[in-house]
């Protein structure tokens, strides 16, 4: 099996155990062993199925402004989660091609493999749910089959996306393209670069 389709795989069974509880407050169980490439894919996933439905839950129309500011505040750290997860995955990949001797004529990549697998723990979300609106029986056939139209188009988006990413560490691993990693180095949530913060610390 390739590497993609590992991927996949795990995520498919992290968003079917988030689901089992469907509940943001649920405790991960993480059947693979701590700190290995899987344990950390299906963590990936389950920190994406709770920000998922995260954002569903702040798109309440009366939800009340504190309940949404909660939840806010948790949409941000979990991002920054994901983000570090992310970081951390593409480590994996740095140290495992790292003695790739690159071709003279390879090329960088517009992403890094992580952040394809990031797409690809995202677009498992997205058929889960698609595929639960073509189940629904209280709605319409022209809903069911809108969301079956839709879910069509994720199907050949995971098929590509896969190709795509296992074609890339393929590349990387011959030596055709290279890795360059760039840290996300996100502002919103350091006291040190986000102003509203580090100026209200100055009032103090």
């Known amino acids: 099996m ?8 795990i995520f498919e069974e992290s968003t079917s155990c988030y689901h089992q509880k469907d509940c943001v407050d649920a405790e991960m169980v993480n059947p693979y062993e701590y700190k290995s490439i899987e344990y950390y894919l299906f963590l990936k996933n389950w920190i ?41 995955l593409d480590g994996y990949f740095w140290n495992k091609y790292k003695d790739v001797k690159t071709l003279s004529s390879a090329t960088v990549n517009t992403e890094s493999p992580a952040w394809a697998i990031d797409r690809l723990s995202i677009l498992c979300l997205k058929i889960y749910h698609i595929s639960q609106e073509t189940q629904r029986g209280e709605v319409t056939q022209v809903h069911v089959k809108a969301c079956e139209d839709k879910l069509s188009v994720l199907l050949e988006q995971k098929r590509d996306l896969i190709r795509a990413i296992d074609q890339l560490l393929d590349d990387i691993e011959t ?12 502002m919103y949530n350091d006291p040190e670069l986000n102003p509203v913060l580090y100026r209200k610390g100055q009032e103090l």
């Open 175 to 186: 030596g055709h393209k290279y890795m360059k990693v760039y840290k996300q180095m996100k």
């Open 2 to 9: 390739l590497f993609a389709e590992l991927c996949y795989q």
């Open 48 to 88: 994406d199925a709770i920000q998922w439905h995260l954002e569903d839950m702040i798109r309440e129309l009366d939800i009340e402004p504190v309940k949404a500011l909660e939840i806010k505040r948790r949409i941000d750290q979990l991002n920054q989660r994901r983000t570090d997860l992310v970081e951390l």
